[in-house]
């Protein structure tokens, strides 16, 4: 009887993970493998599909056109996160701080951008920064200057980057936030009983307490820009000579398959882009995770 019970237990539990289990093979193991299945072979209009093993590997490490995208994504993630952070972690001290007035109507605020699709809000800064229309336009003319519209090829990962700090700094305010909530009373008491000040507060209470979750926010930024695709594809068609079919590797991959038909090439490039997503986001657990526990 004890057996049945146990088997009975075991079997519920598949049971419950039935659902994940279902979904994780067909949206995610199922099209990585096939993913691979595609990267060994290479089809051609005359020959056909021929086995050609870790040839088309060989040539995405050899080719500028990838690597020009990896080195334009490196570029983004400096500009972009250090800024995004930084205006996250203000804010959500800010509003934790309890000398804000109306701190839920700035909370809701400050998140709210993360709410607007990515395609809307790449449109509508992609109008903004328009030189022939938008702000920029209308600036130009009142000021009867000329100010550079942000969509020129000098500009535009500014630009982009621009509109990733607009979207995500209230997901990772909102993180920090919630981080910050947890920290004891007690401590607060502790501090103010010794005469500490807020500054004091802040470095030696709130900053440590922060760090996991400033490893999680790294963590999820480095596969965002990884993952660049939605706002430099859409700029493409309002700043098309600042923007190349080959600006991300995402973009790379895209264009490969769907504008150059060349499918295998394509599944080669997204796997070793996701390969060094991979890498580059556990070294950067690793380090932060290390650091927290010295």
């Not at 040839?55 to 990896?70: E, S, T």
């Not at 996160?81 to 959500?92: C, D, E, H, K, R």
């Not at 209308?138 to 550079?148: E, G, Q, V």
Request: aromatic share 16%.
């Amino acid at each position: 009887m004890p057996v049945i019970r146990r088997s009975r237990r075991s079997w519920t539990g598949w049971g419950f993970m039935a659902p994940f289990m279902i979904v994780f093979l067909f949206v995610l193991l199922a099209p990585v493998l096939y993913s691979v299945y595609l990267s060994v072979y290479d089809t051609k209009l005359i020959g056909g599909t021929q086995f050609v093993g870790m040839d088309n590997y060989i040539r995405v490490m050899n080719d500028p056109q990838f690597w020009d995208g990896v080195v334009r994504i490196l570029k983004f993630f400096a500009i972009q996160v250090p800024i995004m952070i930084f205006l996250a972690l203000g804010a959500a001290l800010a509003i934790d701080s309890a000398r804000l007035r109306a701190s839920g109507f700035f909370r809701i605020i400050i998140f709210m951008p993360y709410a607007v699709p990515a395609v809307v809000a790449t449109l509508m800064w992609g109008f903004i920064f328009g030189d022939r229309f938008g702000l920029v336009a209308n600036l130009n003319d009142f000021l009867n200057a000329s100010i550079p519209s942000p969509l020129t090829s000098s500009l535009i990962l500014l630009a982009i980057a621009n509109i990733q700090v607009w979207t995500f700094t209230g997901y990772n305010m909102l993180i920090f936030y919630s981080t910050l909530r947890t920290i004891p009373e007690e401590l607060y008491e502790a501090a103010d009983l010794d005469g500490a000040n807020q500054w004091w507060v802040i470095r030696s209470i709130k900053l440590p307490a922060l760090r996991g979750s400033m490893v999680i926010a790294l963590v999820f930024s480095v596969i965002g820009s990884f993952q660049l695709f939605n706002e430099p594809n859409v700029l493409k068609g309002l700043a098309p000579n600042s923007i190349s079919s080959f600006f991300t590797p995402n973009m790379y991959a895209y264009n490969l398959s769907f504008s150059g038909q060349q499918y295998n090439y394509s599944a080669t490039v997204a796997l070793v882009m996701g390969v060094l997503t991979m890498i580059v986001a556990y070294s950067v657990q690793h380090f932060g995770t290390r650091k927290d526990e010295r």
